[in-house]
């Protein structure tokens, strides 16, 4: 909808009266084809998704508080696809390339920034594992280089390079592609595309339990009624166990408070996105001039989204190993998420031994990057009834054959 200025002028203050709603506000029906319960990213995309490619619009997204208020809304907005193994850089790729097209696909603006992420290595094994990972990469046409140490000081001249440091660096790993996006865009657009096309959003909606008969999901149970639907999906990032376990599926997923603080804003001094395993941090400058730090998950189990001192206090003094230029810059605000966290550090996008009930969670701190890629081939694996090829290596399966895909050297840190 094109607005002048004067529109524009007169619709703000009227305080938007007659502006449309983003996406609409619906209750629930009685059945759907499909329920996906979790109104976070990659419910969202998963709605639009089987919607758009799919043509399945009776779809209710349920979400027990309100449009971007979990994990999506808590998160520090990275993007990559520079991960080892073939089935992790794979899938990732396929998501980095959804998210070149996003803007355009959803009609709304994502904010997507291509503007590099840097991997720095602090030893020689960091070093090898990276040539590793780059060589990988390189091989499935995913864009990736090493960086030496002189290039390094022409291209993030605030960074410490001092052989002096605690922690020397000694190069880096790089990709172009990779960058951030806007979160709450991210959500708002998914969810303003699926409305569009007929999905229903039902906020405050909290599923209690599942109705099951002879291994065969029949409806959920919220607090504003019970819903009957042919299939149920549950996308719900940091309580993916608790929500299958009601539904009978016992899932090898754990979950933990993840933490990360901005600063106040500045001018703009760093254009790229730089992360250290070594240090355990990472950091880039949002739009606004904050930085936006991010540490790695606290390693007790819990669902709390408090921060702990301890965690922001490491944290700062990895930043400032990195970047001691920044040492009287001021906090402005910290939150922690809640991640769900696999033991092979890869998400689970399955079926499950309940016919009609599937599984989308367990992403770690890759869940971010993965709204796009995730949503579409999660969509693709609801409505056939088949795992997309490229769900196929993440099924629930893989724990009791084996074939694990360990992702921990390309997702040992929070990004």
């Known amino acids: ?231 149920v999906a549950i996308v719900v990032a940091g309580h993916t166990s608790v929500l299958a376990n009601k539904a009978g599926v016992r899932l090898p997923i754990s979950s933990h408070p993840l933490q990360a603080f901005v600063s106040e804003p500045m001018k703009p001094v760093l254009d790229t996105v730089v992360m250290s395993n070594a240090v355990h941090g990472y950091i880039s400058q949002s739009d606004k001039g904050d930085l936006v730090i991010g540490a790695g998950i606290d390693s007790y189990n819990g669902y709390s989204q408090r921060g702990s001192p301890h965690v922001i206090e490491h944290t700062a003094q990895a930043i400032l190993e990195l970047f001691p230029c920044f040492s009287r810059v001021r906090m402005n605000r910290q939150w922690a998420g809640i991640v769900d966290t696999c033991p092979d550090a890869c998400p689970i996008i399955s079926k499950t031994k309940v016919k009609g009930l599937y599984v989308n969670g367990g992403w770690g701190t890759g869940g971010f990057k993965a709204t796009p890629g995730s949503g579409h081939v999660f969509a693709a694996t609801i409505a056939n009834d088949h795992p997309h090829p490229l769900a196929e290596p993440f099924s629930i399966e893989r724990f009791s054959t084996g074939h694990l895909i360990d992702e921990h050297g390309a997702a040992g840190v929070a990004h």
């Open 1 to 231: 909808m094109q607005y002048s200025a004067w529109r524009l002028f007169k619709e703000g203050l009227s305080n938007h009266q007659n502006w449309p709603e983003t996406w609409a506000t619906k209750t629930a029906k009685p059945r759907y084809d499909v329920v996906i319960v979790g109104g976070g990213g990659h419910g969202l995309a998963t709605a639009y998704y089987l919607a758009k490619n799919h043509g399945i619009r009776n779809v209710a997204v349920l979400e027990k508080g309100y449009i971007g208020g979990g994990n999506s809304g808590r998160n520090t907005t990275l993007v990559r696809s520079n991960y080892l193994w073939n089935e992790s850089s794979r899938f990732y790729e396929h998501s980095l390339k959804l998210w070149e097209d996003l803007t355009q696909d959803i009609n709304y603006n994502v904010m997507f920034s291509q503007r590099g992420i840097y991997s720095l290595g602090h030893s020689l094994q960091d070093m090898r594992d990276m040539e590793r990972r780059v060589s990988a990469n390189v091989l499935n046409d995913i864009d990736a280089e090493m960086v030496s140490l002189e290039e390094l000081k022409d291209r993030i001249p605030h960074l410490n390079l001092s052989d002096k440091a605690r922690y020397p660096v000694m190069g880096a790993a790089y990709q172009a592609r990779g960058g951030t996006a806007r979160h709450d865009a991210v959500v708002w657009g998914f969810a303003r595309a699926a409305s569009r096309l007929g999905v229903d959003i039902i906020q405050g909606c909290e599923v209690l339990d599942f109705e099951r008969e002879n291994d065969q999901i029949k409806s959920v149970k919220t607090n504003q009624g019970v819903i009957r639907a042919d299939k």
